[in-house]
């Protein structure tokens, strides 16, 4: 089983970026699809981006595509996402997750672990 810790979230003006980390202990990502949601409040949570088990194939929202990136380091157990030109309407609480029953995953329902998230709060 394998614990996940965000951080890296904070207040940032409106075309500003924040890289967000997600560590993990108690095992090896390196056998996971891992994930990056948010929930904004009175909102659903939804999918912001994601990264392979195997060969890091990445896969967006659209509403993120092209600002954001997903990126994972194997040997620091750690996966990032790095937000640049940030929007007010990416205020939201980010958690990532892990899976490993899928090679890649865009459902909440298909991620067995999950962080607590960290804020990331954009003024315009």
């Known amino acids: 089983q394998v614990q996940l810790v965000e951080s890296g979230g904070g207040l940032v003006q409106v075309g500003g970026s924040l890289r967000l980390s997600c560590a993990a202990s108690?095992?090896?990502?390196?056998?996971?699809?891992m994930g990056w949601f948010r929930q904004a409040p009175g909102k659903e949570r939804e999918f912001v981006a994601g990264?392979?088990?195997?060969?890091?194939?990445?896969y967006y929202a659209d509403s993120v595509k092209g600002r954001f990136t997903i990126s994972r380091d194997n040997a620091k157990n750690t996966v990032y996402l790095q937000m640049i030109s940030l929007k007010p309407e990416d205020t939201a609480i980010y958690s990532c997750?892990?899976?490993?029953?899928?090679?890649?995953?865009?459902?909440?329902?298909?991620?067995?672990?999950w962080g607590q998230g960290t804020q990331v709060t954009v003024s315009s």
């Open positions: 997750a892990a899976s490993d029953r899928y090679y890649y995953a865009r459902e909440s329902t298909e991620y067995d672990y």
């Open positions: 990264i392979s088990r195997i060969g890091g194939n990445t």
């Open positions: 108690g095992r090896t990502i390196s056998v996971y699809a």
